[in-house]
């Protein structure tokens, strides 16, 4: 399974107004893939939309990317919108693909440039490691990059409550549980961010 992941940052006080417009021209105008999530940054890059989108084959992918390159107001937003940026990710094989429903709503993204070589190796301490921790949370995805700035690897976490989020974290570090061991060696940047679920987010 692949999956895009399009961050929209919107001019400072604007995403109230952009949001029901953004939900018009998401329904007005239906992709090739599949809508999983549209949530707001609420801790971190604020003023930031994040729309999740899943995808049978590269040739949907690129050519909802190339309709949106041309589109003249993308997302029916483009007088609020400041950036765009839209990457291509392949899930971790072992993890079933995203599934809408009711998992959050407080969603953690937590996004790590990796070394080099580092794709392989956090996929398998990943497999090896996560059975132990699904017992506390199981993740919502793992994936890493196949286009712009590479390796990347993005896990998305849902939790009940920000206080939930703390708990578990700790709860698992406490056990041993996670990180999969070895994973801080391939990391150079991490960047974590909480987004919570617009009204019409599929996932929320």
């Not at 109230?16 to 953004?22: C, D, G, I, S, V």
């Not at 080099?116 to 921790?133: C, F, M, S, Y």
């Amino acid at each position: 399974m692949l999956y895009d992941l399009t961050y929209l940052t919107l001019r400072p006080a604007t995403t109230p107004k952009a949001l029901p417009r953004l939900a018009d021209w998401l329904a007005a105008n239906p992709a090739r893939g599949e809508l999983l999530a549209c949530w707001v940054a609420e801790i971190g890059v604020l003023n930031r939309i994040l729309l999740l989108r899943s995808y049978a084959d590269h040739a949907a992918l690129l050519g909802d990317h190339d309709a949106l390159a041309r589109d003249s107001n993308p997302y029916g937003i483009a007088d609020v919108l400041t950036q765009r940026s839209a990457d291509a990710y392949a899930g971790f094989p072992f993890l079933p693909p995203i599934a809408a429903g009711a998992h959050g709503p407080v969603y953690e993204v937590r996004s790590y440039v990796l070394r080099p070589d580092g794709v392989t190796p956090t996929i398998a301490g990943w497999e090896k490691t996560l059975p132990g921790r699904r017992p506390l949370s199981s993740p919502l995805i793992g994936m890493y990059s196949i286009t712009g700035a590479t390796p990347r690897f993005v896990h998305i976490w849902p939790y009940a409550s920000l206080d939930d989020r703390q708990r578990i974290r700790g709860e698992a570090v406490e056990k041993g549980l996670w990180p999969p061991p070895g994973g801080s060696e391939r990391l150079i940047e991490m960047q974590s961010e909480i987004y919570l679920p617009a009204a019409f987010s599929p996932t929320r």
